[in-house]
């Protein structure tokens, strides 16, 4: 790995006196460091829908060049969620998701200025590949920085910067053209978000901070004191990374065998299932099949996005709390309740109905999405989260995201709408499946634990 990425470690400690208070400065700063970058990568990723109306006026491209380029995206972005998060585990967090920043905004600044489709689906894809370097540093800087018992309070205030960030793309856009003028789109749509990046990538790169012993504090463990003992995963010592692997070694050891790791994917898999099944096709269901205005399906769209920022961080917090550190029970209590909001959604005649359910399965759907990311951390030593992090985004991307958007798109035109419906409420049933076997994994590892303990108090 080029010097640049590469983890720095402060030579200096820092003294006894200042070791809380330098903790708590550091964890806070390298919070809103990650918060704010992976914002900052949904500005320079959403904007690109925004603009899709422009490309079919203004450079002629057809709806089947315009969803030919999506899918160049949503594919890049799915193997390189795999690549890109796996690698971070051997990086500087903080440099490796501000250089992902940067590429991301050097890229929009090209896509401003092209005016070929072939042009434009290359600058996609790399789009895409940059953007997986997001989501990785993101969730080691967490696992470096907060115990277990605060990662759901925590992982839900940094789950809600993809919501705002997709959320502001629309304004940022609209003073775009404001300042610029609709004849100058390009600058509106992707140089002014661009600009947006470069500065978030500096402020990732002025807060976030590498892990508390490379800083000179100790071990997060001896600085929180949660009842916790450090795991041993395939019998190895897990107390620091392996210097001698690198991040295929690292993967094949504490996740490819690790079937704890498969079924959180696999749990995310049905979840994007559900999600792109809903999200992708509601415009056009709304629309030809209930029969909405553009306005009413703009604002079922509305709810089913926004939704989600208080379910997740009222979960994140009942996961701590109410349900000591187990993620799954919120999950599968969700899944349940989406099993019958969809076919509320389905079969509701009435626009309020509709929405209503609709804004549900938006406020229910984000929550077993994101406890997976954080049992994610929890189900493999803290150097093999960006591993773990990279299967399970492949997983969703690759598979979940495809059969919620494609394979439902099959079942329409093959058996109509009935048949994505029975569709999504079979992936309902094998999201609940993988719910309950990622719990039982959880426990598992929680009495590993808790043996682990008692043993270490009789040996002191």
Known sequence: MISFL?????????????????????????LLGVFFGYMAYYIVRSNFALSTPYLKEE?????????????????????????????????????????GLLMCGLVNIMLGFSTAFWMFAILVVCNGIFQGMGVGPSFITIANWFPRKQRGTIG????????????????????????????????ASYQLPAAAAIVFAMIVLALTKGSPTNEGLPPLSEIV??????????????????????????????????KN?????????????????????????????????????????LFFEWAAIPSTLLVGYLSDKLFKGYRMPPAMIAMSLIFFCIIGYWQSTTIFMTTVFAAIIGCLIY????????????????????????????????????FGTTLFGVMVD????????????????????FCVLTHMGAKEL????????????LVS
Not at 64 to 84: A, D, H, N, R
Not at 414 to 433: D, K, P, R, S
Not at 448 to 455: C, D, E, H, L, S
Request: charged share 15%; glycine share 8%.
């Open 414 to 433: 093959t058996v109509g709408w009935n048949g994505g419906f029975y569709l999504l409420l079979v992936a309902v049933v094998l999201c609940l499946v």
């Open 6 to 30: 590469k983890p720095r470690v402060t030579p200096t400690k820092v003294p006894p006196d200042q070791i809380e208070s330098t903790y708590k400065r550091y964890r806070f700063q390298s």
């Open 156 to 187: 839900a205030i940094w789950n809600t910067s993809h919501n705002l960030g997709g959320g502001i793309v629309a304004p940022l856009v609209g003073v775009g053209f404001a300042m610029f003028g609709t004849e100058n789109w390009q600058m």
């Open 367 to 402: 929550v077993p999405q994101f406890l997976a990311s954080v049992q994610t951390m929890e189900i493999v030593p803290p150097f093999a989260v960006g591993s773990a992090v990279g299967l399970r985004g492949f997983m969703s991307y690759i598979l979940g995201a495809s």
């Open 225 to 258: 004191n949660d009842g916790d003992v450090e795991i041993t995963f395939n019998n190895k010592e897990t107390s620091k990374a392996p210097q001698d692997m690198n991040s295929w070694q690292i993967f094949k050891n504490y996740v490819l065998f690790n």
């Open 446 to 457: 929680d009495h590993k634990r808790q043996q682990q303990k008692i043993a270490a108090e």
């Open 59 to 99: 450079l002629h491209l057809s709806a089947t060049e315009v969803g030919l380029i999506s899918s160049c995206m949503l594919i890049s972005y799915g193997i390189s969620k795999g690549l890109m998060s796996s690698l971070a585990d051997k990086a500087d967090p903080k440099r490796y998701m501000a250089l």
């Open 261 to 301: 790791a498969w079924y959180v994917s696999l749990l995310d898999v049905f979840v994007y299932m559900v999600r792109f099944g809903i999200i992708s096709w509601l415009p056009i269901y709304l629309l030809n099949v209930k029969h909405f205005s553009k306005e009413e399906m703009s604002v079922a769209f």
